[in-house]
């Protein structure tokens, strides 16, 4: 390249969406062998479940890290695409789900936990533009409790809407756990529960908040499938809680129309890792475990 630096083959540590079980081994010796101290961590274009497990073994390596992010130009489906499956109640319309289809549920050992074990499940689920992923979960992990969690794009607003809309007739069928606000005449009910897509700190504080919550008497299970950004915030709440359990709902595979082109980028730098999720427990004794004076 212009910067005179070349990639080979061997450069090029293959991560297998279906069978991750070996990838955070495999990643910790090449950081070990190259005498890693500091990661840059491009996750534009990975899974959610492999954010979780490169900032797992960053932490574990006491690395400091530096997340890059490129938001794509556009999003599929499309505004009219939306709104023309909604009018016609096409809810499962291929053009909305933007999924080839769905693979089922990965777990990986590292993020799994047996705490609780016994005890009802409380199920804390991202909500994505396929109501499929989730019910899957459902399928697989028979949850007491579901606690849906929608996005607000900074940009995309109706997709909040939309997600909203997709995942409506699940919510129904838990409503004790997901109030949603009164609907605008004609409109969707919005979720109160809800983050933003970008802003990952929006995603630790409601983690954090349903933990204390329901932790004392539940097995608090997390399935990070909706965007990357609250999949960092959903690896820092597990970095402060092991008990947590993470299940993956997996795509097959993404519609050419999923997304294209180069957005707006985004930097974050966590600084040394280690130390930035002590600073975050720190603050959350503060917040749950001191007692007033």
């Known amino acids: 390249s212009g910067s005179g630096i070349r990639i080979t083959d061997e450069d090029i540590l293959k991560y297998h969406r279906f069978e991750p079980g070996d990838f955070e081994m495999r990643l910790r010796l090449r950081l070990l062998a190259l005498n890693a101290r500091r990661a840059i961590v491009d996750i534009s274009t990975m899974s959610k479940l492999e954010i979780m497990l490169v900032l797992n073994v960053c932490h574990a390596l006491d690395l400091c890290v530096c997340i890059l992010y490129s938001e794509a130009e556009k999003y599929g489906p499309s505004e009219e695409e939306y709104r023309s499956a909604k009018e016609k109640n096409e809810i499962h319309r291929p053009t909305l789900q933007v999924y080839t289809g769905v693979h089922g549920v990965v777990r990986v050992d590292s993020l799994a936990s047996v705490a609780m074990q016994g005890q009802p499940t409380a199920a804390l689920v991202f909500m994505s533009f396929n109501d499929v992923l989730t019910q899957i979960l459902l399928n697989t992990v028979y949850p007491s409790r579901l606690f849906l969690i929608n996005g607000c794009p900074p940009v995309h607003s109706w997709r909040e809407a939309a997600t909203a809309w997709i995942h409506d007739q699940v919510r129904h069928e838990w409503e004790e756990d997901n109030p949603v606000q009164p609907p605008v005449a004609g409109g969707v009910p919005m979720p109160k529960c809800k983050v933003s897509t970008l802003d990952y700190r929006e995603t630790v504080l409601l983690l954090l908040q349903?933990?204390?919550?329901?932790?004392?008497?539940?097995?608090?299970?997390?399935?990070?499938?909706?965007?990357?950004?609250?999949?960092?915030?959903?690896?820092?709440?597990?970095?402060?809680?092991?008990?947590?359990?993470?299940?993956?709902?997996?795509?097959?595979?993404?519609?050419?129309y999923y997304s294209s082109g180069l957005g707006p980028r985004w930097l974050l730098d966590l600084g040394n890792l280690s130390k930035r999720i002590s600073e975050i427990s720190s603050a959350e004794r503060r917040e749950y475990l001191e007692i007033p004076t």
């Open 210 to 256: 349903l933990y204390w919550r329901l932790s004392a008497n539940h097995r608090v299970l997390l399935a990070p499938a909706g965007s990357k950004m609250q999949a960092v915030g959903s690896y820092l709440v597990k970095a402060l809680h092991p008990d947590i359990h993470i299940e993956y709902p997996s795509p097959e595979g993404f519609l050419s």
